[in-house]
C-alpha cells in the first residue's frame, strides 16, 4: 500500500527539530511532523506546589513537571477561538496525558525543589497534535534539566530523566494498519490509536478508539508494532538534540 503522500504503511512523517527556537524561556524547540508544527517552551521555577511539600520542613521538596496546550487561532481551518475564559474538555484531556507522559520519566527527587512547566502551543495542525507535543516537549524538558544543571541548580551527577518518552498515532485506514497518521488519514479511519513509550520500550499509555466495527487482537498486535517502530524512529531524533 502507497498513502496518499507516498508513504509506506511502516513510514513516520518527516520531522525537523529546532530547538532554542525562542530566547525567553529556559529551554524551548520548534518541533514540526509533517505539515503539523508546534512550539514546546519549557520554563522554571525555584519553588514546587504546597502539596509536594514535606510536613518535615527539614525535608527538600520533591519536583514537579506539569504541562499546559494549547491550539492557536490560526492552528486550524476554520479559525479555531482562543481559551480565554474556560479550557475546554478536550484541552484539558490533551494537558494531562502531556504531564503524565513527561513524569513518568522524571525522579523528582533528583529534580529537587523545582517545577518545570512545559507549554506546548499548536500554531499548524494536521494530526497528531498531541502525540507531537509529547515527543516535542520532552526534548524541552530535557534541555532545560541539562541547563539547571549547568547552572548548578541541580547537582550534575542527579539522575533526572530515567529515560526518554515520546508518542505516535498509528490506526487503520482502508482496512490497513498504519503509523503517523496525518489530518486526512485520521479523520477517515476505522481505528485511531495513541501509543506512549519509553526510549526503552516500554508503555506509558495507550489509547485506541474503534470509529466503526470493532477490531480483533490481531489488528491490535500489529499497531502495537507499528508504535514501537515509530517510537523507536522518534527517541533517536530526540537523542540528536
Given at each position: 500500500m502507497t498513502r496518499h503522500d507516498n508513504r509506506t504503511p511502516e513510514d513516520i512523517r518527516p520531522v525537523s527539530i529546532r530547538p532554542d527556537f525562542t530566547k525567553t524561556a529556559l529551554a524551548s524547540v520548534?518541533?514540526?511532523s509533517g505539515e503539523t508544527m508546534l512550539l514546546c517552551t519549557a520554563s522554571v521555577e525555584n519553588t514546587v506546589p504546597p502539596w509536594r511539600r514535606?510536613?518535615?520542613p527539614a525535608e527538600s521538596a520533591a519536583g514537579w513537571v506539569t504541562a499546559e496546550y494549547n491550539m492557536l487561532p490560526g492552528s486550524t481551518?476554520?479559525?479555531?477561538r482562543r481559551d480565554r475564559s474556560k479550557v475546554d474538555g478536550r484541552t484539558t484531556e490533551i494537558q494531562r496525558l502531556i504531564g503524565r507522559s513527561l513524569r513518568a520519566v522524571v525522579d523528582f527527587d533528583a529534580l529537587g525543589e523545582h517545577t518545570i512547566t512545559i507549554d506546548c502551543d499548536v500554531l499548524q495542525a494536521d494530526g497528531g497534535t498531541r502525540t507531537?507535543?509529547?515527543?516535542?516537549?520532552?526534548?524541552?524538558?530535557?534541555a532545560?534539566?541539562?541547563r539547571l544543571?549547568?547552572?548548578?541548580?541541580i547537582p550534575e551527577d542527579a539522575r533526572v530523566l530515567k529515560d526518554s518518552v515520546a508518542?505516535?498515532?498509528v490506526g487503520v485506514v482502508d482496512g490497513v494498519p498504519v503509523l503517523d497518521l496525518d489530518y486526512f488519514e485520521d479523520s477517515r479511519a476505522e481505528v485511531d490509536m495513541n501509543i506512549i513509550m519509553t526510549g526503552n520500550g516500554r508503555f506509558v499509555e495507550v489509547q485506541g478508539t474503534a470509529e466503526g466495527d470493532p477490531f480483533d487482537n490481531e489488528t491490535l498486535n500489529r499497531l502495537l508494532e507499528l508504535g514501537r517502530i515509530g517510537i523507536e524512529q522518534l527517541t533517536a531524533k530526540q537523542a540528536d538534540h
Open positions: 520548534l518541533y514540526e514535606s510536613s518535615d481551518s476554520p479559525r479555531k507531537a507535543a509529547i515527543t516535542g516537549g520532552y526534548i524541552a524538558m530535557a532545560a534539566i541539562s544543571q549547568q547552572d548548578g541548580r508518542a505516535v498515532s
